[in-house]
């Protein structure tokens, strides 16, 4: 079962930038941010197969990166221009397969304990 810990949360004015990280203890093949506000479904943010993104929220394009790094069993997520509607708590997943959706959260069989994002405005 793979590990997963997130790090970079934290607070910001509208318009700054955070970068989360996310640790893994191995390589999956397939990995997603997810992020959730109280009473909202998990809702997919970014996801990556290998080192190749492959796709983003429509809300978060142009404005967020997906990125891994191998070397470092690392996943991070490049947060610019940040939104208030964009604080949420995010999670990294990962999966060694993915049959559907990259953005179903039932794919992924590994989560992280999550970090709070929070824009004031």
């Known amino acids: 079962q793979i590990q997963l810990v997130e790090s970079g949360g934290g607070s910001v004015q509208a318009g700054g930038s955070l970068r989360l990280s996310c640790v893994a203890s191995?390589?999956?093949?397939?990995m997603a941010w997810f992020r959730q506000t109280p009473g909202q479904e998990r809702e997919g943010v970014a996801s990556?197969?290998?080192?190749?993104?492959?796709a983003y929220r429509d809300s978060v394009k142009g404005r967020f990166t997906i990125s891994k790094d191998w070397d470092k069993n690392t996943l991070y997520l490049q947060m610019n221009s940040l939104r208030p509607e964009d604080t949420a708590i995010y999670y990294c997943?990962?999966?060694?397969?993915?049959?559907?959706?990259?953005?179903?959260?039932?794919?992924?069989?590994?989560w992280g304990q999550g970090t709070q994002v929070t824009v004031a405005s």
């Open positions: 191995g390589y999956p093949l397939y």
């Open positions: 990556i197969r290998d080192q190749e993104p492959t």
């Open positions: 997943a990962s999966t060694f397969t993915l049959r559907g959706d990259s953005f179903d959260a039932n794919e992924y069989n590994a």
